[in-house]
């Protein structure tokens, strides 16, 4: 049973993907701080998978503890690095926070995986590194483009970091997953998406306007060049994430990579449209959503979706969830929410 750390292990993929892990015999301790995450969320993964997960709650901007952690258990034999901050709008307000967090947290993680010659490294990336691709689907070399965002600069610079680390690790295998729009919860209810910060994704947006803690929901946008004149993404069930994630992580301890390098795109490869996702939110809430048609928000890239089929092919990933049932349980945890 090989032991795996998971930083942000109380966040929304981080959660949902240790009950994975467990569920398929992986030994798992976390750290998160809880700086947007609910130490329930660690309670409630606990009880689906019927054994305590150990947390530490600890700061990875604060090396020696990070250090200290990786001395507790010497034994760890792969990193899966969640542990970021995440929203567009105030990485643009607050450049230097987020490049301390991100880049400061992951400097950290990486220092422990070389010195102690960890096997695997699976780290979350976005699809935000393409930008505004000129074709589409993306495959994973797709050109990036300049990040939209600081966010979005965390994120390759992430990858870039681990392509310069790589060559002198050569016992570790790095992987980074680029995810797509990462929706839906644990079909038990007991863990989904709950952010401290104020939700502005499509999905949790809409459910909470629906159960009436928003008073009504803006589409951004409805004059795009796309089918309906919305904007188009690849929303991809958070279950179907989680066991990328594990297939990722094998496919990293077992040495299948031919590369200590990959990288592999996260969608379903469906682009589905603002209008098509509430369609489906209403369809299966059996519910009328209040909505309004609003304008372009800034930044916002017009369509992306993945070409998904070397995760296919190299990690055997068949992601079998779509956009209703991705509603469907976003839905069943905005009605019952744990946290
Ligand atoms: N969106 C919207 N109204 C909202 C939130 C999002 O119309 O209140 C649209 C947004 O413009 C984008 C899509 O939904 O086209 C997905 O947005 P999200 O913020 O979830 O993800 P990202 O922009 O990072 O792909």
Redesign the pocket.
Known sequence: MAKILVTGGAGYIGSHTIVDLVEKGFQVVSIDNHHNSSPKAIDNVSKIVGQNIQNYAIDLCDAHQVAQVFETHPEIEGVIHFAALKSVGDSVSDPIFYFRNNMGGMINILEQVQKHQVKAFIFSSSC?VYGNADELPVTESTPMKPAESPYGRTKQFGEQMIQDIAPVCPDTNFISLRYF?PAGAHPSGLIGESAMNKA????P?ITETANGKRAS?????EDYDTRDGT?I?DYIHVMDLADAHTKALQFALEGRAKNNTEVFNLGIGEGVS?LEAIQAFEKTSNTTLNYTMGPR?EG??VAIYADKSKATTLLGWNPSKGIEDIMRTAWAWELDRKY
């Open positions: 935000t729009n502005t994704n499509l999905v947006v929901m803006s589409v951004f946008g904007c993404r603002v928000r916002d890239v």
